[in-house]
């Protein structure tokens, strides 16, 4: 069965993206897209998933979204890059392999430095450290900036306790309820984080191995059903998963004050940000949130060396960025998802930024790849 070619520029994702390219390698069954949203900071990153996907369409508009978010989180992250990101589609008769991750480095050296990618989901630090022996364009190294799970839930614990102070007048998490979907690296190291700073935690996966590994590392998490997890009534809903959570009506059925979680792309559409914000719920972007593992990667390209310290740092910002952008929406009474959206852009498209691409990175064309490849 072959696909018509599509009109990219129509699709709701798509927003003013420099470029968007299908891959196809016939003897390993590498299969996906890569998308550069935005190249005016620097050089575009973002992690690679490799993930199952129903339709080449659904494949790129994940990838279309995905880019798109980091561009607006490395804006408000204040790192010298760009939004990128890239979607591996899984083949259950082709399995990821040595063949299939050198037919990948092959793919991303062909920008030349302009798209830098590492870990995201369905990929591991193993699968990192192969892909940088054929690539010099790999970040998230072990032994190095490593796996970005954990920097990225640190940030995501700062973004809640600067939503705590917000609703409660104090940034603590003692005594206060979380709810986490999703018990993977992240959302694992959230429960950790909550924990020992003596909240209530409840989760939720759709993987048993993953609840029985979390129940094995903390006794007093509560599970309860996955479809049952965003209903609770807590103080913080934490999406960790892999996105979408919000709609019309899973919105209207949240129970909690404040909603800050790890998963990219967790509204369905953008208007869904002012639908938390009209039924009093606290909305902190993911993007905003979530910035640590970005901030911890690209930490490895310091001129200076990478720095652990450095990056604790930098991540520890994130809760002032989040109490900014707080103040910011409260003052104006608008959805906080509007505000960092502006916020964001009012870096990225300044000006002076126009045309600017890191040194250490050559520029990419503006231009987009019409035609899907043919199934």
């Known amino acids: ?28 069954g590498l299969r996906g897209f890569i998308g550069i949203h935005s190249t005016r900071l620097g050089p575009a990153t ?5 993930w199952h996907y129903g339709s080449e369409q659904d494949a790129l508009r994940d990838v279309l979204k995905l880019s798109r978010a980091m ?34 480095a092959r793919v991303i050296n062909l920008f030349r430095g302009s798209f830098y990618t590492g870990e995201d989901v369905g990929m591991t630090e193993q699968d990192v450290e192969f892909l940088a022996r054929h690539s010099g364009f790999i970040n998230g190294l072990p032994g190095r900036a490593g796996d970005p799970a954990p920097w990225a839930a640190l940030s995501v614990f700062y973004a809640m306790q600067a939503g705590l102070k917000a609703k409660f007048g104090s940034p603590s998490v003692r005594g206060k309820t979380f709810a986490i979907k999703g018990l993977g690296k992240v959302g694992s190291e959230l429960v950790r984080l909550i924990s020992e700073g003596g909240g209530e935690v409840f989760g939720a996966d759709i993987n048993r191995q993953a609840i029985k590994k979390a129940m094995r590392r ?41 909603v800050c979680g790890g998963a990219n792309n967790q ?62 929406a409260q003052k104006e009474g608008k959805a906080m998802s509007i ?18 691409v890191s040194k250490i990175a050559a520029p990419i064309p503006a231009r987009i790849s019409r035609e899907l490849v043919a199934a």
């Open 1 to 28: 069965m072959k696909n018509a070619s599509l009109t990219i520029e129509k699709m709701p994702e798509f927003n003013g993206h420099e470029l968007v390219s299908s891959f196809f390698d016939k003897e390993t």
């Open 71 to 104: 561009t607006y989180k490395c804006a408000l992250a204040g790192v010298p890059y760009g939004g990128g990101k890239a979607v591996i589609m899984k083949n259950p008769r082709r399995l990821k392999g040595p063949a299939l991750l050198r037919a990948y």
């Open 339 to 356: 505000v960092a959206d502006r916020l964001a852009e009012d870096i990225f498209r300044s000006p002076a930024h126009a045309g600017v």
């Open 46 to 50: 973002g992690g690679t998933r490799y």
């Open 267 to 328: 509204l369905a559409s953008p208007l869904d940000g002012e639908r938390i914000h009209e039924r009093g719920i606290l909305y902190i972007p993911d993007y905003v949130a979530n910035a640590g593992g970005l901030i911890n990667v690209c930490e490895e390209w310091n001129k200076k060396g990478y720095s652990r310290d450095e990056v604790r740092r930098k991540v520890k910002e994130v809760g002032k960025t989040v109490s900014r952008i707080i103040a910011l």
């Open 218 to 258: 903390f006794p007093k998490l509560k599970i309860v059903r996955l479809s049952d997890i965003h209903k609770l009534k807590v103080n913080v809903y934490s999406p960790c998963a892999l996105g979408n959570d919000f709609n019309g009506r899973t919105i209207a059925q949240l129970k909690c004050d404040i």
